[in-house]
């Protein structure tokens, strides 16, 4: 590469900005489609779809998010994928702003860079070029931040034929020295350059001085600032919130408090001013829990209100995620190292350029741009550079000190405030419980790291009080954290953990023997257990099971149970052709499988033993050699024993109790199932299951009990039940179903209850509509019926569905007459974006529509006027599989269904109005919808059951879009 100019014929030479001699195109508007592309020089080209296409395929143009924008133009079209020569400006944003925030549409990247996008295409096309200049310029600044190390990853950028690298480099020219290249070694090598983290001496424990309502109240309006409007009910929830803070009577005996607030009573700020206020005073922390990536992002900006000084919030207030979503140093490094070698250096170069600037590391909903995630494909993509499954060496590792998941844990300990997630904190609580005799061997001055599963099972009492918000998923979190799946997928990445990747490309797969053997010393005995553990994994599925479960032809004792599993799926099965997942019951079993069950389980004791082995001959070592041992060494024994007790006592047990429960009765108080998973029609996965039929029970016991107080909190914990018939009893308000799904009903001490009803005027504010004369099951109608009420709400519409293929084939029968309209169609699971991407680009496009299964229905929150018609195709019944038909004739059989069916309208619903200026509709295409569950709607609303031809009358009327939308939407990608 020459000294000074960029070898690249689109980058003319001169002084200014190296700007690419390409072409800017953007989407065009209106029936024709196509796209507008305007020149470097400014000259403007009407293009047909075919002809956009294919220029973005095979020639250097220049626009936003290619992969994007190019679905944009076909409108449901075939189309190649762009091509390396193409200048996403997203990439250009990404490395020159890193880890901040930017939407991947023209109108996003206007707002990141603080220019006018203009209102029409042209407009928009001109403003790329403008975007580009003005990047393209702030690094040719002495200003620009670490110069330097920009220009080093720029080089080995443009080294892997990044579009945007010769530019870049000449930009940043003069600071690749008189070399004009980097080192051999550096570009992509960022752990030089990131920080190390600090060990702190243990925190002592908290105080238990509670917190009264009136200082509550008095922290309230600290936070929510002179001036802020009065609102009664927050006052309200704020002083209940702090009887959570109270100190308990007696062990097991929590101060548990259940408050249902409607939306708009602004609980959030609610319970932020009694926890950090508790957390001041006892010098302790609060875990405030969530289930939804969005509210833990809320929470982060709010408590930028509690915490203005950001030095101050980055100690006291913590995002905590489990160790699958940072990144992880030593994966990356080895990626890198691929990279230089076999391509993929402009993925990974924006991810060292992300990874260097950002605040915590943080893959999963951080400040990793989401948009990016779709470029780090196959085995060297998100997950792949990721800590997912107990690898991590410790301090054996480079760059140990510098590790984003060390780091995020060790500042949890000491925050007044860590956000985390329902996931983490359940899996938390259950190792703490599982795990509790093991920990409390280990002095409290030890040493530790987090295991590979997160941190050591000793900080119960760093977790005493809690605030689940969003808590009407407790239970579903509860479900999903004390299950057990023995499936081909868990069984073949315990093998992996144990005897690394053998052979297979891709996979960094170091196995026990390279992780823990240069731990035993002199130790004859844990080396020939190692080898035992060894030989006996052999057993679990190894590389190419998938193959030969297809094939009939098995290999060990795992792959023939679930080749058994598998055909008695296909046996039991009434529709095995299907291209969905299947499932059977376990009993009766085939022939043959109960006698593979023993042998399954003999293989698993054969491998438990050695490894339990392991686990206390480390810890003996670790007792005797205390005086001898170097902290390193004692952290990587510590952390490896608690990962091989983990897999002996609570894993391999728990496969073990499945196995066993083939050949007798199963407990009660478990649901066992066999299933086949199907992705995209094939076959991924096939195992045995088992789940509590009521979770809450394990949740109740790991993190109720233990906790001293607990605050359960959403606008949806009720279930709204009708007028009981004669004969029936009165659930009391709805708070039977709370207490049942939130755990509080397994409590000795009786939790507090709290209502209070949303401020919203919902009589006047919305409007709720069934839809009568639409075939359910007919796709035409359904997809004619969302096109019509999507025009007639003129955007500004959310759509629906209980299943991701009846999504799919609404999605291609509307995309091209709305977009023709002006209107723009996202979707989830078509659009290359994660939801959370999707959803915050609906909410800044006022007349945009968005579909969506479950995810966006509990996951978003778009006040104003971007959101005001809620469209289901039908009523959202739970689906009838196994656990569902076990857990109906434990709660109350045709009632659950209901209770779970009102709560998710009730749900949903609240998404329509989140400000007292809302004005929006709610409609369901399913005549099918019982009056008794429209009791989940808020009370003085009427619902009408009207024909569609009404339906969308009454819409058009009601907000005030009589005429449908004959100019565009402003705001275009």
Known sequence: MPEHLPPDSTFPRGEGPFLPEAAAIVPARGAAGGAVCVSAQGEIEELTSEQALKRIATEPVMLVHAGFTARRIARGRNFRDPGPQVFDLMELFAFVQPALPCLPTVAGLARALGLDAGESPEDHAL???????????????????????????????????????????????????????????????????????????????????????????????????????????????????????????????????????GTGIGKTIGYIAPASLWAERNKGTVWISTYTKN??????????????????????????????????????????????????????????????????????????????????????????????????????????????????????????????????????????????????????????????????????????????????????????????????????????????????????????????????????????????????????PGPGWGTRLNEGQPRGAAETFLALVRQQVHAHTEDADTPFSLEAETAPPVTGLPEAAAELDNALKRLAVPLQFIADRLRARLDDEAEDLDTSTRIRMDAAARGLDRRARLLLPAWRSMLSSLNATPPDMFVDWFSIERMFGREADVGMHRHWRDPTVPFAGAVLEPAHGVLIT????????????????????????????????????????????????????????????????????????????????????????????????????????????????????????????????????????????????????????????IVFDRVPWPRPDILHKARREQFGKARYDDMITRLRLKQAFGRLIRRASDRGVFIALDSRLPTRLTTGFPPGVTVHRVGLAEAIAETRRFLGTETPPLAPAKSSP
């Not at 110069?147 to 930009?171: D, Q």
């Not at 001036?227 to 929590?254: D, I, K, N, T, W």
């Open 127 to 261: 403003m790329l070029h403008r975007a580009a200049a003005q990047m393209l310029t702030a690094l040719q600044q002495p200003s620009y931040p670490d110069r330097p190390s920009a220009a080093r990853t720029a080089y080995r950028m443009a080294e892997g034929g990044w579009a945007w690298g010769p530019g870049i480099v000449a930009a940043l020219r003069d600071a690749l020295g008189r070399e004009g290249k980097p080192p051999g070694a550096r570009g992509f090598d960022i752990w030089n350059e990131l920080p190390e983290w600090e060990e702190r001496g243990p925190r002592p424990p908290a105080g238990s001085m509670p917190v009264s309502e009136e200082e509550a109240r008095e922290r309230l309006a600290l936070l929510a600032g002179a001036g802020a409007e009065a609102r009664p009910g927050q006052v309200a929830f704020a002083g209940l919130a702090a009887h959570a803070f109270a100190p308990r009577e007696a062990a097991g005996a929590p101060n548990v408090v259940l408050a249902e607030a």
């Open 295 to 540: 509210l833990q992002r809320q929470l982060d900006q709010e408590l930028t209100r509690l915490y203005p000084d950001p030095e101050e919030k980055a100690e006291k207030a913590v995002i905590r995620k489990g160790r699958e979503n940072y990144l992880c140093l030593l994966n990356f490094a080895e990626t890198a190292d691929r990279a230089a070698i076999g391509g993929g250096a402009v993925a990974v170069g924006l991810v060292a350029r992300w990874a260097k600037a950002s605040r915590d590391g943080d893959m999963v909903g951080g400040d990793f741009p989401a948009w990016l995630a779709a470029r780090l494909s196959g085995a060297t993509g998100r997950t792949g550079l990721t800590d997912r499954r107990g690898e991590c060496v410790y301090t054996a590792c480079p760059y140990y000190k510098k590790c984003f998941i060390e780091r995020a844990i060790r500042k949890a300990r000491r925050a007044e405030i860590v956000v985390a997630n329902h996931a983490l904190v359940m899996r938390q609580a259950a190792l703490d419980q599982a795990m509790g005799p093991v920990a409390q061997a280990m002095p409290r001055d030890t040493e530790t790291a987090g295991n590979a599963e997160d941190e050591e099972p000793s900080g119960r009492e760093a977790r005493s009080r809690f605030v689940f918000d969003e808590g009407h998923h407790i239970f579903d979190a509860a479900d999903s954290a004390f299950s057990a799946s023995l499936s081909a997928l868990e069984t073949a990445e315990l093998r992996r953990w144990i005897r690394g990747a053998e052979g297979q490309r891709g996979r960094r797969g170091r196995g026990l023997d390279e992780r823990v053997g240069d731990l035993f010393g002199e130790d004859n005995f844990a080396e020939e257990a190692l080898q035992a553990a060894l030989s006996a994994a052999a057993a679990l």
């Open 714 to 869: 959403s606008a949806t914990l009720r279930d709204e039940l009708p007028e009981p018939e004669e004969g029936e009893e009165d659930a009391g308000g709805g708070w039977e179903s709370a207490e049942i799904r939130t755990g509080a009903s397994h409590l000795a001490l009786p939790a507090e209850r709290a209502f209070m009803a949303s401020p919203f005027d919902y009589e006047n504010q919305a409007r709720i509509f069934v839809v009568r004369d639409v075939g359910r099951n007919d796709m035409n109608q359904i997809a004619s019926a969302y096109r019509e009420l999507f025009r007639a709400a003129g955007g500004g519409a959310l759509g629906l569905f209980t299943a991701i293929h009846r999504l799919r084939q609404v999605h291609e029968r509307i995309v091209t007459p709305l977009e023709e309209e002006g209107l723009s169609l996202y979707a989830q699971h078509i659009d290359a974006l994660d939801t959370g991407t999707l959803v915050d680009i609906f909410r800044a496009e006022r007349n945009a529509c968005l579909l969506g299964t479950d995810a966006v229905r509990d996951g978003v929150d778009v006040p104003g006027d971007s959101l005001r018609m």
